[in-house]
């Protein structure tokens, strides 16, 4: 079992930054990848941007050059820096870390981009 925990949403103006944070706890060593997702009011949830165990990231178009997801030294956190926010990018945040074919998701973060 892997238990995970975001935090650092809010309400930010437009052009303006963001760091989600997402710490695994519980069976950590079998976690092969972390991802983050979002979901909008009356849309479909979509991933964002992901981390495998090598290292290897993976972003949506729609966040290419403003999203940066890392990892911690850890291991077992993984940060979401966003820049350049637009309206278009409030959703709830999710983080999901995928351990021995199982989807732990988090609770999510509320991330608000307006003026």
């Known amino acids: 079992q892997v238990q995970v925990v975001e935090s650092g949403g809010g309400l930010v103006q437009p052009g303006g930054s963001l760091r989600l944070s997402c710490a695994a706890s519980?069976?950590?060593?079998?976690?092969?990848?972390m991802s983050w997702h979002r979901q909008a009011p009356g849309k479909q949830r979509e991933l964002v941007a992901i981390?495998?165990?090598?290292?290897?990231?993976t972003y949506v178009d729609s966040v290419k050059g403003r999203f940066s997801i890392s990892r911690g030294d850890a291991n077992n956190t993984v940060y979401l820096q966003m820049n350049s926010l637009k309206p278009e990018d409030t959703a709830v945040y999710y983080c999901?870390?995928?351990?021995?074919?199982?989807?732990?998701w988090g609770q999510g973060t509320q991330v608000t981009v307006s003026a």
């Open positions: 519980g069976s950590i060593s079998s976690i092969n990848a």
């Open positions: 999901k870390a995928v351990s021995s074919g199982y989807n732990f």
């Open positions: 981390i495998t165990r090598g290292g290897s990231k």
